[in-house]
């Protein structure tokens, strides 16, 4: 699985504006990351994935989007699957 997680994350980091990616598991452990990412937020990520899917019917099709800074283009896009919450952060 880690051969197969860091290609994902490879490939994903090579979208244009992608700034950083992180990969935790459901626990908030993080298993994989690259690029610039915010100390600490592994757990806060995990934790606003599982509450937002409490909102959805279909949580597994669930995928938040965050403005951090409108002045500096800044976001992160955090999906959530069974075993796994990745987050992306984009800047402009």
């Known amino acids: 699985m880690e051969k197969a997680l860091e290609k994902q994350m490879d490939e994903?980091?090579?979208?244009?504006?992608?700034?950083?990616?992180?990969?935790?598991?459901?626990?908030?452990l993080c298993l994989g990351a690259k690029g610039v990412i915010p100390g600490q937020c592994n757990g806060s990520i995990?934790?606003?994935a599982v509450q937002a899917s409490k909102l959805s019917?279909?949580?597994?099709?669930?995928v938040?989007?965050?403005?951090?800074?409108q002045?500096?283009?800044?976001?992160?896009?955090i999906k959530k699957t069974?075993?796994?919450t990745?987050?992306?952060?984009?800047?402009s």
Do not use: E
């Not at 994903?12 to 908030?28: E, H, T, Y």
């Open 12 to 28: 994903a980091f090579r979208l244009p504006g992608v700034s950083g990616i992180i990969c935790v598991d459901n626990n908030g």
């Open 46 to 48: 995990c934790a606003l």
């Open 57 to 62: 019917p279909s949580p597994m099709h669930l």
């Open 64 to 69: 938040l989007s965050f403005a951090l800074s």
């Open 71 to 77: 002045s500096m283009g800044k976001s992160v896009l």
């Open 82 to 84: 069974d075993q796994l």
């Open 86 to 91: 990745t987050a992306i952060f984009k800047s």
